[in-house]
Nanobody
Framework: VQMVESGGGLVQAGGSLKLSCTSP????????MAWFRQAPGKEREGVSC????????YYRDSVKGRFTISIDNAKKTLWLQMNSLKPEDTATYYC??????????????????WGQGTQVTVSS
């Protein structure tokens, strides 16, 4: 495990959670960083990413306006603020490093470094 996520849990619909991702090994500086999620029985999907210089952010349509990605390179910490959570946001959330995140291609599932995941459950 190269990165560690935290902040997941059980929340009611409409609530908020803030996920964090840290790493003692991976230097976030210079890497594009991303959040993915995978619900039971479904494929892993990209949720959000931030480019290495912070100039570009991507959000999948279903989370736009509700989720915010941010990063502190000095602290080697990536965050995902999740507001107005919906039951369909229920999934295991993973942070990932060093993949594609740009205006031309968006967020691709080509990240080589992953965390172990944190469970987010949203009750209706």
């Amino acid at each position: 495990v190269q990165m560690v996520e935290s902040g997941g849990g059980l929340v009611q619909a409409g609530g908020s959670l803030k996920l964090s991702c840290t790493s003692p090994r991976v230097d976030f500086d210079g890497y594009n960083m991303a959040w993915f999620r995978q619900a039971p029985g479904k494929e892993r999907e990209g949720v959000s990413c931030i480019s290495w210089n912070g100039a570009y952010e991507y959000y999948r349509d279903s989370v736009k306006g509700r989720f915010t990605i941010s990063i502190d390179n000095a602290k080697k910490t990536l965050w995902l603020q999740m507001n107005s959570l919906k039951p369909e946001d229920t999934a295991t959330y993973y942070c990932a490093a060093a993949g594609t995140c740009n205006a031309n291609e968006g967020l691709l599932n080509d990240y080589p470094h992953w965390g172990q995941g944190t469970q987010v459950t949203v009750s209706s």
